[in-house]
């Protein structure tokens, strides 16, 4: 994992503005997020792959933030 951040709003703005921000600290890596439909406009823009986690890292991720 290489981030994780909450957020007030959930929208495109939001999801592209952090994950730009990862991809200019990390490099371009693929994304797995909850489903937010959100998150899957944002990797278009930014263009990376995303895909959905499972149940079972959905719940780990919550887990551990």
Do not use: Q
Not at 37 to 62: P, Q, R
Request: charged share 20%; net charge positive; with cysteine.
């Amino acid at each position: 994992m290489l981030g994780i951040h909450t957020y007030k709003e959930r929208n495109m703005f939001g999801a592209e503005n952090f994950i730009c921000y990862l991809v200019s600290k990390y490099g371009k890596h693929p994304v797995y997020t909850d489903g937010g439909t959100w998150f899957n406009e944002a990797c278009n823009v930014v263009g990376l792959n995303h895909y959905l986690n499972s149940s079972i890292d959905k719940y780990m991720v919550k887990r551990i933030s």
